[in-house]
């Protein structure tokens, strides 16, 4: 029973470092981007409201990454020390952690981006459909079908 019970939680722990694979794709890569945004001649132009959006958004990138590097660090804490349930449960709440600052990091990198080429009800608009899309694809559907999954008796 231990073995099946250790065996379980290893494997959950694998689907979450797949999980963190492609969640650290898109954090590096819009941290990349805002890391060259100030460099470059446009971001002179900027309004005191898009630096301050560049401000929350670039944070917000930062401490998705921590949080989605987070859990390489701890699991060389606990190698090989029989703690793969402490280590799935940690890398569930970093994960959870690192993909809700990547939606305020996008939102708000998509407000700065679209404010400054665009007026800003129609840049509030657009940042607001592209929330709803983030809530749709990343909350609704996932624990809406989990919910609908448990409730007909499905396994995983």
Do not use: C, N
Request: aromatic content about 10%; hydrophobic content about 55%.
């Amino acid at each position: 029973m231990a073995e099946k019970t250790e065996t379980r939680w290893r494997r959950r722990y694998t689907e979450l470092l797949q999980e963190l694979r492609i969640a650290q794709t898109g954090v590096q890569i819009l941290f990349a981007f805002l890391l060259a945004l100030p460099f470059s001649s446009a971001f002179g132009e900027t309004t005191t409201f898009q630096r301050t959006l560049y401000i929350i958004s670039f944070l917000a990138t930062a401490a998705a990454a921590v949080a989605t590097i987070a859990p390489v660090a701890f699991h060389r804490a606990l190698f090989r020390q029989g703690r793969d349930p402490e280590l799935a449960r940690f890398t569930h709440w970093m994960t959870t952690t690192g993909l809700l600052l990547l939606v305020l990091a996008v939102v708000v990198a998509v407000l700065l981006v679209t404010d400054f080429v665009l007026e800003l009800p129609l840049a509030l608009a657009l940042t607001g459909l592209t929330l709803l899309w983030l809530l749709l694809l990343w909350v609704l559907v996932p624990f809406g079908r989990s919910r609908t999954d448990s409730d007909s008796g499905a396994s995983g």
